[in-house]
Structures are given as C-alpha cells and as structure tokens.
C-alpha cells in the first residue's frame, strides 16, 4: 500500500536541534523529500534522497535513511524562529510508470524563543 | 530565474460552477504535476502532464481535467464543484523522473 506517516508536532526550544521523523511503506527503490510549507505559502523543496543512500548534510540539514525500518528522519541543528512551519515528507518510488508524490500529513515545528 | 508561478492566488466559487487554475513551470522544466491540499492535511496528487498528454491520474474524479500547452504551461479545469473541493491546489514542475519537484504557492478555492 501507499502510505506516509508523520507525527503531527514538535516543540523545541531556539538553538536546539529537531528532528522531524517519518516512515515510508513502498518497498522499491525510491526518492524522499522534505518539504517546508509555511502559512499561506507553496512547499519549500529542503532536501532529498535516494534509497541507496544512508545520510546526506546539507548545510544545517541531516537526512537519515533507515531502509530496513522504512524510516527517514531530517535533523535541523541550531534551530531558529524561522524554521517554524509545517515540514512534509514526500515518496515517490522509483520504478518507471510512477511519477505521483506520496506525502504524510506534515509535522508542526514550533520553535520556542 | 523565476520559479512555478500560480493564478490566481485566491478563487471564491459557488456550487456547481466551473473554474479554471494556470501554472506556469520553472524554467527549463518539462512535466507538470497537480496536487490538492485540504486543510491540514498533506498534498494528495491529482495528475501529470507530460508532453501535452496526462502521463499519470490520481484518484480524483473526471470532474478534474487538465491540460498542457506547448510551451508547457498547464491548467486545471474543474467541473460542477463541490463544497469538499475547497482545498489548495499546488501546481509543481519538474525535470525528468527522479529530478525533484517544485512548488508554487498554489491557488486557494472556495466554493460557497
């Protein structure tokens, strides 16, 4: 089956690190992504990666892929009061003929000054 | 370089009606897909262009069409509308599969 899951919120305080989680369902080879979305506004692309892939760092972000629990994680370090937004998870498998992003419902970072 | 571009920005509609959302694509990008957002809820995918033809439909019914035009540009059509079709609708473009998807601010419905 196709299914994204997120939990729905996190709270952190300003200068701490978040980590945002989410598990994936497809078993093929596939892409992740992680989406910013803040109110009134369009998806913001953070990050991706490819299934064969562990890690990738991006500057204050860390992608983790767990591939054998299905589970990817975005850290944020040193997280500030912009960083505040709701943050998607996307899928989209790899496998020729599927062109369609998955996503989970969001997860609401609150960051606390 | 300006990114997808969406219009218009807010739509207010009544039952029944029909409407008509644009999508201009990122520079150098080819495909163009369409998502509905409800409220707090995550994008659920609609279809994609490819080509000036629907390469790919989600599970929306045949009150959503769409089209592609040459220069890749895209719309959404959208037939006898239902209060649930108030939603967000995200336009994003692309490359070639695997080539991440870009977003523009999206075009938010309401049907009265």
């Known amino acids: 089956g196709e299914d994204v899951e997120q939990s729905l919120f996190l709270s952190v305080r300003e200068g701490d690190s978040s980590v945002i989680n989410c598990t994936y369902t497809?078993?093929?080879?596939?892409?992740l992504y992680w989406y910013k979305q803040e109110p009134g506004a369009g998806l913001q692309l953070l990050t991706y990666?490819?299934?064969?892939?562990d890690m990738k760092q991006d500057q204050r972000l860390t992608v983790l892929l767990n591939k054998k629990d299905k589970h990817l994680s975005l850290r944020i370090a040193d997280t500030q009061t912009g960083d505040s937004a709701i943050y998607f998870c996307?899928?989209?498998?790899?496998?020729?003929?599927?062109?369609?992003?998955?996503f989970g419902t969001g997860t609401r970072l609150k960051v606390l000054a | 370089d300006a990114g997808v571009t969406q219009s218009p920005t807010h739509l207010i509609k009544t039952r029944g009606q029909q409407v008509t959302l644009r999508c201009s694509p990122k520079?150098?990008?080819?495909?163009v897909s369409w998502y509905q957002q409800a409220l707090g809820q995550g994008p659920q995918f609609i279809f994609q262009?490819?080509?000036?033809?629907?390469?790919q439909r989600g599970n929306f019914p045949d009150r959503f069409s769409g089209h592609q035009f040459p220069n890749y540009s895209s719309e959404l059509n959208v037939n006898a509308l239902l209060l649930g079709d108030s939603a967000l609708y995200l336009c994003?473009?692309?490359?070639?599969?695997?080539?991440?998807?870009?977003f523009g601010d999206g075009t938010r419905l309401s049907i009265l």
């Open positions: 994003a473009s692309s490359r070639e599969h695997g080539q991440p998807q870009h």
């Open positions: 497809d078993s093929s080879s596939t892409y």
């Open positions: 990666i490819f299934s064969n892939m």
């Open positions: 996307a899928e989209n498998p790899a496998d020729s003929g599927t062109y369609k992003y998955i």
């Open positions: 520079s150098g990008h080819d495909t």
């Open positions: 262009y490819y080509e000036e033809e629907e390469r």
